[in-house]
C-alpha cells in the first residue's frame, strides 16, 4: 500500500545553526544527543529474599519539553540543551509528494495485490474493511472509492464475455436444429457444450488457471467448435440410419451396427483435425512478454475445450448416439430433412456440377483472388495490441525539471478542472510527485490523473482529442493522454507511458537535447501523431558542496561525515520514535525551514572533528552554485534521451514508418549518435516475427499430419490449399474493421488455419473411402461433396456464428483482444468453407490421385 498526499506528524528538533556556532556544538552532537534521549533500557534484576524484581531505565521522552531538556554538550561546566539550539516541535513532515481527488486535497491510498491474489475477492475483503475503518472516522472524513478499481473494469469485461458466450452457445444451438430438423440429434449435439465446458473448467483449475476474460474469450472462441465434432458423428450416423432404412427390410443391418460402422468412417478425420486445431495454437506458448502473458492462458482455454469436445464426442456423444438414435425406428422420423439443408442441397449440386465442368475457370479465379488478397497484404496497417476500453483515461503531466512541489501542484490541480469541465468526465484524482513508499522515482515537476468517463453516447476517441486541444494551452508542460492498461503497457514495453518511443544515443548531453528537439519538430509534422514530447533532461540549479582533500585530511574529517552532515541539515534524519499512547511518531533533526532557504546555512554547518574540535563545513569544502543535470538515462552503457509520442486516428505502423523516413532525411546525425524506435512497433513486429516463424513450423507439422494420414503428397498439398483460402476472407475482414494487423488478428489466423484445414479433411476423406469402395473419381466427387456439405456447413456456421456477440463486441471491455480475433475467423470462414466446397472438389478432380494416374 502506498499513500501519498496530507501531512505526516513528526516531533521535530528544528536546529538554528547560528547558535551551534554561538555554543560552538557540531550537528553531529545534536543528532547523538537527540538519539540518546528517548530510551528505555533494561537493569537487569535484584533478587530479595525469594523473589526477582525487573530493574527498567525509563528514559524516553514523554512530550515536547522534556525532548528539549536533553543535554546535547557541555561548555565551560554548563550544560547546553537542545531547547537553547533548537525549536522543538509537532509538525507536518517534508513532503515530496501530494494528492487530491476533484481538484480538492485528499489523501490517495493506492493498493497493489499479491501476483497470486484474486483481484474481485481481495476488493470485496477491502470494502469490507473500509466499511468497518469508516464507521469509526469522525465527521467529514470519508472515502472515495470509486478513483480506479480494477476490479469494475474486470466484472464489466467478465460480464461482457460470459454474454458473449451465452449468445453464442444459442446460435450453435438454433444453427443445429435448422440443420438437423430433429430434437433427438440436436439434443445429442448439444449436449457436448455443457459437458465439454465442465471437462475444461475442470482441467484448466487442475493446471492452476482461474477464470477471468482470457480464459473465458478463449473458450468464447471455442464455443461453436465444441458440437463440430458431435456434429460429424451424429450427422454421419443419422445419414447412415436414413440409408439403411430406406432398404428393403431382409437387406437392413441392425441399427446399433450402423451407428458402430459411422463412428469408425469419422473417427480418423476428426482424431487428425483436432491435433491439427491443436498445433496451430502451439505459436501462443512462446510468445514473450506481455503479449505472452496475456494470450497463454486464451490458447490454453482453447485447446483444453477443443480437446474435451474431442473427448466427449468419442465417449458420451457416442454412447447417448447409440441410446437415442438406435430408437429412432421409424423411416419418417429419420427421413425428415430440414427445408434449409434440402434447399441448400439443390442450390450446391447446381455449383457443383457447373465447378466440376469449368474446373480451369473456378482455379483461375482462385489464383486471381490469392493475387489480390497478396497485395492487400502490404496495405494493412500495423500495431501491438488493440486499445483497451476500461472507461477511464490516465493523463501524465510533466512540467519543466526544478519546478517547485507547489508550483506543479497548481499546474496539476489546474488540469483537473479543466477535465472537469468536459462533460465526459465524472470524477478525477490526482498525484503529483512522489509518495515515500513509490517505488517509481517521480520528481515534484511530475503529475499523473485519473479520469473516469461516462461515454453515453460519445466516442472515446473524440473525447480524447478534445481533451489535447484543452490542454495545449499549457505553457512548458508536456501532457500525454492515454488509458490506465495502455499507460503501464507502454511504460513497461520501452519505458515511457506512450505508444512509441524514439530512444537517441549519443555521448553528449547538451547534443542530444539539441537533436531530440529536432526529431520533435519532425515529429510534429506527421499525421496521426499526438502528444510528443522530448524527455525531460535539463540543466537544474544545483549547490553542490565540493569536499577539500587536503583540508579534510588536516583536520581528520571523513567525506561521509561531510555528506552526512549536509543530509541532515536540510533532508533531515529520524532518530527516534515518540509514543502517545498505542501510537508512534518519528523524532526528526534538521535545520529550521529559514535555514533550509539559506545557501549560506550549509558553509556554516560545524563538523566535528576527530579531536572533538568543531570545524566549519566551509573550511572543509566550497559550497558554490552551478547547473547539472536533473537525470541521467542510459542504456546498455550509452547515454540516451527519449522522444515519445501517442498516435491517434492512425495505426502505429504507418506512423512510425512515416515518422523514420523523415527523421532519416531531415535530422542529420553525427558519428557516434544513432536512432533506435522502441514502444508498440517494435514489441508488435517482434511477436508477429516469432508467432509467424512458428506458425511455419506448425504448417510443416500439418502437412506431416496429412501426409501421413492420406499416405500421399499430392492430396496433403491440395489440402494446404484451404490455408490460402481461409487468409482471403481473414485479410477482408481486417480491411472492414481498420485494416490493422496486430497481435490479436494474428491469433484469429492461427484459429482460422486450424478450423479451414479440418473442412477440407473431412472432405478429401470421404472421398478417398468412396474410391477405396470403387467408385470413380468424378463420382466420388460429387458424392463426397454432397454427403460432407451438412457436415462442413454446420461446422463452420457454428465455430463461425458463435463467435457474432464477440465480433460485434469491437471496444467493449473484456473483448479487445477477442473481438478482433472472432472478426477475422468470422471472416475466414465465409471465404474458406464456400471455397473450400467449390475449390477442393476442381483441384481433386484435376490434380487428385486418380488424376495423376491417368496422366501417367
Do not use: C
Not at 543535554?71 to 533548537?86: F, H, T, Y
Not at 502490404?378 to 526544478?402: K, N, W
Not at 453516447?457 to 473525447?463: K, N, P, Q
Amino acid at each position: 500500500m502506498v499513500p501519498i498526499g496530507g501531512e505526516v506528524r513528526q516531533y521535530q528538533i528544528l536546529v538554528h545553526p547560528e547558535r551551534l556556532l554561538a555554543y560552538r556544538v557540531g550537528l553531529d552532537e545534536v543528532l547523538a544527543a537527540a538519539a540518546e534521549s528517548n530510551r528505555n533500557v533494561s537493569g537487569g534484576i535484584y533478587r530479595s529474599g525469594g523473589r526477582e524484581v525487573l530493574i527498567r531505565g525509563l528514559g524516553r521522552a514523554r512530550d515536547l519539553e522534556e525532548i528539549g531538556l536533553t543535554v546535547v554538550a557541555v561548555r565551560n561546566s554548563v550544560p547546553i540543551l537542545v531547547e537553547d539550539l533548537a525549536e522543538v516541535r509537532i509538525g507536518p513532515k517534508v513532503r515530496f509528494g501530494t494528492a487530491s481527488v476533484n481538484a480538492e486535497p485528499a489523501v490517495i491510498l493506492s493498493i497493489q495485490k499479491q501476483p497470486a491474489a484474486n483481484t474481485l475477492e481481495l476488493t470485496e475483503t477491502i470494502d469490507a474493511e473500509l466499511d468497518r475503518i469508516q464507521a469509526a472516522l469522525p465527521a467529514g472524513v470519508s472515502f472515495e472509492r470509486s478513483i480506479f478499481r480494477q476490479a469494475d473494469f474486470i466484472s464489466l469485461a467478465v460480464d461482457n464475455v460470459m454474454t458473449a458466450l451465452r449468445d453464442g452457445a444459442v446460435l450453435v444451438i438454433a444453427i443445429l436444429f435448422l440443420f438437423l430438423w430433429n430434437v433427438r440429434t440436436t439434443a445429442i449435439s448439444v449436449l457436448a457444450i455443457p459437458l465439454s465446458l465442465g471437462v475444461a473448467v475442470i482441467v484448466l483449475r487442475a493446471l492452476g488457471g482461474t477464470i477471468n476474460t482470457m480464459t473465458l474469450g478463449g473458450v468464447a472462441i471455442a464455443i461453436g467448435a465444441l458440437v463440430d465434432d458431435a456434429i460429424i458423428f451424429v450427422e454421419n450416423a443419422h445419414r447412415r440410419l436414413r440409408e439403411n432404412m430406406g432398404r428393403p427390410e431382409e437387406f437392413r443391418r441392425p441399427s446399433l451396427a450402423v451407428i458402430r460402422t459411422a463412428a469408425r468412417e469419422i473417427r480418423d478425420p476428426i482424431l487428425n483435425a483436432t491435433l491439427i486445431i491443436t498445433i496451430v495454437f502451439v505459436p501462443l506458448f512462446f510468445l514473450s512478454g506481455i503479449e505472452g502473458r496475456m494470450l497463454r492462458p486464451l490458447g490454453l482455454a482453447y485447446i483444453v475445450s477443443i480437446l474435451a469436445s474431442l473427448l466427449v464426442a468419442v465417449t458420451v456423444t457416442q454412447a447417448r448416439g447409440h441410446g437415442m438414435l438406435a430408437r429412432a425406428r421409424a423411416a419418417a422420423e429419420l427421413d425428415r430433412k430440414s427445408w434449409l439443408l434440402r434447399w441448400l442441397e439443390r442450390l450446391y449440386r447446381g455449383i457443383l456440377e457447373w465447378t466440376l465442368r469449368r474446373t480451369g475457370v473456378v482455379i483461375t479465379a482462385t489464383v486471381l483472388l490469392l493475387g489480390a488478397t497478396i497485395a492487400v497484404i502490404p496495405t494493412l496497417g500495423r500495431a501491438f495490441l488493440p486499445e483497451f476500453q476500461e472507461g477511464s483515461l490516465t493523463i501524465s503531466v510533466v512540467s519543466l525539471p526544478g519546478t517547485s512541489l507547489a508550483e506543479s501542484d497548481a499546474i496539476g490541480a489546474r488540469v483537473e478542472r479543466q477535465l472537469l469541465a468536459h462533460p465526459a468526465v465524472v470524477a478525477t484524482s490526482r498525484r503529483t510527485g512522489r509518495a515515500d513508499l513509490d517505488e517509481h522515482a517521480q520528481g515534484a515537476n511530475a503529475s499523473e490523473v485519473d479520469a473516469q468517463l461516462d461515454l453515453s453516447g460519445r466516442d472515446i476517441a473524440t473525447v480524447m482529442a478534445d481533451l489535447r486541444a484543452g490542454f495545449a494551452g499549457l505553457p512548458g508542460t508536456n501532457v500525454t493522454v492515454g488509458q490506465p492498461i495502455g499507460h503501464r503497457i507502454d511504460h513497461m514495453l520501452s519505458g515511457t507511458r506512450a505508444a512509441i518511443a524514439v530512444n537517441l544515443f549519443g555521448p553528449d548531453l547538451g547534443r542530444l537535447r539539441q537533436i531530440a528537439a529536432e526529431i520533435e519538430t519532425v515529429a510534429q509534422g506527421v499525421p496521426g501523431l499526438v502528444d510528443i514530447a522530448v524527455e525531460q533532461q535539463a540543466e537544474v540549479p544545483q549547490l553542490q558542496v565540493r569536499a577539500d582533500r587536503h583540508a579534510m585530511a588536516r583536520y581528520g574529517v571523513t567525506p561521509g561525515a561531510l555528506a552526512e552532515a549536509v543530509d541532515v541539515a536540510f533532508q533531515g534524519e529520524e532518530v527516534s520514535l515518540i509514543r502517545e499512547g498505542q501510537r508512534a511518531f518519528d523524532l526528526v533533526v534538521r535545520y529550521d525551514d529559514a535555514s533550509r532557504a539559506d545557501p549560506e546555512a550549509i558553509g556554516s554547518t560545524l563538523i566535528t572533528t576527530a579531536s572533538g574540535v568543531t570545524v566549519p563545513l566551509s573550511q572543509l569544502a566550497t559550497v558554490a552554485p552551478a547547473l547539472g543535470p536533473n537525470t541521467i538515462n542510459r542504456e546498455n552503457v550509452q547515454r540516451k534521451i527519449v522522444v515519445s509520442a501517442n498516435v491517434a486516428d492512425r495505426d502505429v505502423g504507418t506512423a512510425v514508418a512515416e515518422l523514420q523516413e523523415r527523421v532519416a532525411g531531415d535530422v542529420s546525425l553525427p558519428p557516434e549518435y544513432h536512432v533506435q524506435y522502441g514502444g508498440q512497433l517494435e514489441s508488435g513486429q517482434e511477436a508477429a516475427r516469432r508467432i509467424t516463424i512458428l506458425s511455419i513450423f506448425s504448417i510443416a507439422a500439418i502437412f506431416l499430419i496429412m501426409f501421413r494420414n492420406f499416405r500421399n503428397l499430392r492430396i496433403a498439398a491440395l489440402l494446404m490449399v484451404n490455408l490460402p483460402l481461409a487468409l482471403a476472407g481473414g485479410v477482408a475482414a481486417v480491411k472492414l474493421i481498420g485494416g490493422t494487423v496486430n497481435v490479436a488478428t494474428l491469433v484469429g489466423f492461427i484459429t482460422l488455419f486450424g478450423i479451414a484445414v479440418r473442412n477440407g479433411i473431412l472432405l478429401v476423406a470421404r472421398y478417398r473411402d468412396l474410391q477405396a469402395g470403387g467408385m470413380s473419381l468424378a463420382a466420388s466427387i460429387r458424392r463426397g461433396s454432397m454427403e460432407r456439405l451438412s457436415p462442413i456447413l454446420m461446422t463452420a456456421l457454428t465455430a463461425g456464428l458463435a463467435l457474432i456477440p464477440l465480433a460485434l463486441g469491437l471496444g467493449e471491455p473484456g473483448k479487445e483482444i477477442q473481438a478482433p480475433l472472432a472478426v477475422v475467423v468470422l471472416g475466414g470462414l465465409l471465404t474458406s468453407t464456400f471455397l473450400n466446397m467449390v475449390v477442393v472438389p476442381a483441384l481433386f478432380l484435376r490434380f487428385g490421385p486418380a488424376a495423376e494416374a491417368r496422366s501417367t
